[in-house]
């Protein structure tokens, strides 16, 4: 089990997601659709706080999606 949180950062400041709890199978699917991220339109979070947040496609261009994560359990 991976524990990630989405951080998109632009002009406008750096905006942190809800932390969420996934698989590495659901991990590894997530890395490779953020890396179209900047192709798919525009990018939508719900923050830390529980704001939910639209993120317009000329603003997606110019940000950087920042993924932290902490392995929480390995399968042996």
Do not use: W
């Not at 942190?16 to 525009?42: Q, V």
Request: charged share 20%; hydrophobic share 40%.
């Amino acid at each position: 089990m991976v524990e990630i949180q989405m951080i998109l950062i632009n002009e406008y400041g750096e905006f942190k997601g809800r932390k969420t709890i996934l698989t590495i199978e659901d991990y590894n699917s997530f890395l490779t659709m953020c890396k179209s991220f900047h192709s798919a339109g525009s990018f939508d979070l719900t923050c830390e706080d529980g704001t939910f947040m639209v993120f317009a496609p000329q603003i997606v261009q110019k940000s950087i999606l920042k993924i932290n994560n902490i392995i929480i359990e390995q399968n042996v």
